[in-house]
């Protein structure tokens, strides 16, 4: 379906054997008032591993990463990331938040700040870097997304692609462990998509566990080790891309994936 | 191929010029002002009434007024030349006479270099703190340090050798800044806590009492309030416990004003877009370094407008204290004018304080549009 799909380069799987998992949840549901909008997600996520998540809209892609670093919080079954159970103690919640980077579709970036200051922010003040290391390291990712030279400016100042890529080296800034993405080409124009898979895709070498929200299917297909197929709040199929491509099993996939492929 | 060098030959930027007849004023005053036979005959009326309003304001004001008047030998003011020309002319003489009194009231007149210096004080802080370059912590303590030192030397200090001067003496230009800058300095901050409590979401009750003072304060005239302060708070206070008067009517309009602007900033809060206070979330940062580090700056920009509008009035509101018997600028320029001398003479000096007033509120209004204009300039959408 997308015109980069050729493009991209088979990444090699990172997935760590034998280590304690990532992300692990459990029996997950949610409720916004009496509507269930998760039934029972059960997922474990191994380190290294790159998760695709898709599924038509509204069928709680984005309530389940965002419970993952708990901007939602579930009222049933647990959720354990990087070995703490997310609760209401706000120390666990610090923690998993300082190891867990966020991008947002709408890059969320902060309008007031200067690019390097977006960076900047987390490492300073949460991660008590000092200001210089902080500039050093915001710059060294500025350059791995290729706009150091945009530092000064506000993102106002930057297109879409630059403003999502910024937003990218901000969450790395925290040097996190898990990377969660809820659709970050979906409010781009089809040029800057490019500019933003391939910083994915960079990361994705690096060995980071990712959890990418993404109707990209050649981003899935080269780099997810596993796609995780979603409808009404359901997790109603998952396997490896291709097998998921090529040969699903259940007809609601095989529904989403025909509209997929004939919208594009 | 001759037209064409010919063309060339004409420079770049003059042919890029705009014709005349549409710029200049002349083209500007031919499209608003006389765009067609009904446009031009409202301006020539309204140009008519206009002029005729100057030239009788000149008139009154300049060619007939009366700049001075004779003393008698005790010291006394004659008003007679200014009686003879009422109606026709200012009495530009009662200012003159009259300015001490209006500008400082009654403080004593051999001490009144201490709220000149006051007034110099108010001036210089504001000055300073309107430059951006000073809008650090230490900006705080320098406000601290000023406030207090114009305390001291309005109140005085036996023990420094200084004439102890109550405040009940206060009054003129210096008391109406100090009410106003009193008022609005703790008020801002109290307002921003007051806008945040009734956001959160963790803390119920602290909501509730924030609507509940919100919406009190809200519905009820600063003057009641202020009629409160002064006469029923001490009706509920033991016997010989003893506010003084111009603290409570300071605490009474601190508490108005913040409930106030505590609307205009919680508008600010709302809207700050979601994703703003999600990315800061997810970036791990604790509520009052969201607070301080993104949300406030975004949400205090957004309402810049408002809250300055709110502090224009709140700064003329100050006057309403006249009620409670305290001598702020309005009302000394109105005592002024009681003395059986000058009876008669108040638009002179309701103009005078108009100017004040006037000069004040526009510097204010003329700051908050730079302020505004300085912001958006760093933020190119
Ligand atoms: N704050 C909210 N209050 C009430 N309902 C909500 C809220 N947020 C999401 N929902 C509902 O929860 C369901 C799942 O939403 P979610 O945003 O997770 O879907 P999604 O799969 O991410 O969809 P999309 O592809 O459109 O982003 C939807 O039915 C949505 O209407
Ligand atoms: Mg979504």
Redesign the pocket.
């Given at each position: 379906m997308s015109v980069t799909a050729d493009a991209i380069p088979e990444v090699q799987s990172a997935v760590k054997a034998g280590a304690a998992p990532a992300i692990v949840l459990e029996k997950v549901s949610k409720w916004?008032?009496s509507?269930q909008?998760?039934r029972d997600i059960t997922l474990t996520i191994a380190q290294g591993e790159r998760i695709v998540i898709c599924?038509?809209?509204?069928?709680?892609?984005?309530?389940?990463i965002?419970c993952i670093n708990r901007l939602?919080s579930h009222q049933e079954g647990r959720i354990v990331v990087d070995g703490t159970e997310l609760t209401d103690d706000l120390r666990a919640l610090d923690t998993i938040r300082r190891e867990v980077g966020m991008v947002f579709?709408s890059f969320n970036l902060f309008p007031h700040l200067t690019i390097l200051e977006n960076c900047t922010l987390a490492p300073i003040w949460v991660r008590k870097m000092p200001k210089a290391e902080a500039e050093e390291l915001a710059m060294d990712y500025l350059r791995r997304v290729k706009i150091p030279e945009q530092a000064k400016k506000y993102p106002g100042q930057l297109s879409g692609g630059q403003q999502q890529r910024v937003a990218i080296a901000r969450a790395l800034c925290m040097k996190p462990k898990i990377m969660l993405f809820?659709?970050p080409t979906?409010a781009l124009d089809p040029e800057m998509i490019k500019e933003v898979l391939d910083t994915m895709i960079g990361l994705a070498e690096t060995g980071m566990t990712m959890v990418c929200?993404t109707h990209e299917m050649g981003f899935a297909q080269k780099v997810a080790d596993r796609v995780v197929f979603?409808d009404r709040?359901e997790i109603v199929e998952s396997g490896t891309p291709a097998r998921m491509f090529n040969d699903p099993q259940t007809d609601r996939l095989k529904l989403f994936l025909s509209q997929i492929l004939r919208g594009h | 191929m001759a037209d064409i060098a010919a063309e060339a030959a004409v420079p770049f930027a003059a042919r890029q010029r705009p014709p005349a007849a549409v710029v200049g004023p002349a083209a500007w005053a031919r499209t608003n002002l006389f765009g067609s036979w009904w446009s031009t005959a409202l301006t020539l009326l309204i140009g008519y009434l206009a002029l005729r309003f100057a030239w009788g304001f000149v008139s009154w004001g300049l060619v007939h007024a009366v700049w001075s008047v004779p003393h008698n030998d005790a010291g006394q003011p004659n008003s007679a030349p200014c009686r003879a020309v009422i109606g026709i002319g200012a009495c530009w003489a009662v200012i003159s006479d009259k300015y001490r009194f209006i500008l400082f009231g009654f403080y004593p007149y051999d001490e009144q270099w201490r709220p000149l210096v006051c007034i110099a004080l108010f001036l210089g802080l504001y000055g300073v703190s309107a430059n951006r370059r000073f809008w650090r912590r230490e900006l705080g303590l320098v406000w601290i340090a000023v406030l207090a030192l114009i305390m001291l030397l309005m109140h005085g200090s036996a023990t420094l050798g200084m004439t102890v001067v109550t405040d009940d003496r206060w009054g003129g230009l210096p008391l109406t800044l100090i009410l106003a800058t009193f008022g609005l300095a703790l008020a801002f901050p109290l307002a921003v806590m007051v806008a945040l409590g009734r956001r959160s979401r963790t803390m119920p009750a602290v909501r509730l009492l924030c609507v509940v003072y919100v919406e009190l304060i809200r519905g009820v005239p600063l003057i009641s309030l202020l009629f409160m302060s002064s006469v029923m708070f001490p009706l509920f206070m033991p016997q010989g416990v003893n506010f003084d008067n111009l603290l409570r009517a300071q605490v009474a309009i601190i508490l108005f004003a913040a409930a106030y602007l505590a609307e205009v900033v919680r508008g600010g809060l709302q809207a700050l877009p979601k994703g703003q206070y999600e990315a800061a979330d997810a970036l791990g940062l604790s509520y009052g370094r969201k607070t301080r580090l993104i949300v406030l700056p975004q949400a205090l920009r957004i309402v810049i407008p408002p809250l300055v509008n709110t502090f224009i009035g709140f700064f003329k509101d100050t006057s309403l204290v006249l009620i409670i018997g305290i001598y702020d600028l309005l009302q000394s320029g109105r005592a002024a004018v009681d003395d059986p001398v000058w009876q008669g003479f108040g638009n002179e000096v309701y103009i005078l304080l108009a100017a004040i007033y006037f000069c004040f509120c526009f510097a204010m209004s003329k700051y908050s549009r730079g302020l505004e204009r300085g912001f958006s300039r760093s933020r190119v959408r």
């Open positions: 916004y008032g509507m909008v998760l599924g038509p809209s509204g069928s709680g892609k984005s309530t389940t965002r939602e579709q809820d659709e979906s929200v979603m709040g | -």
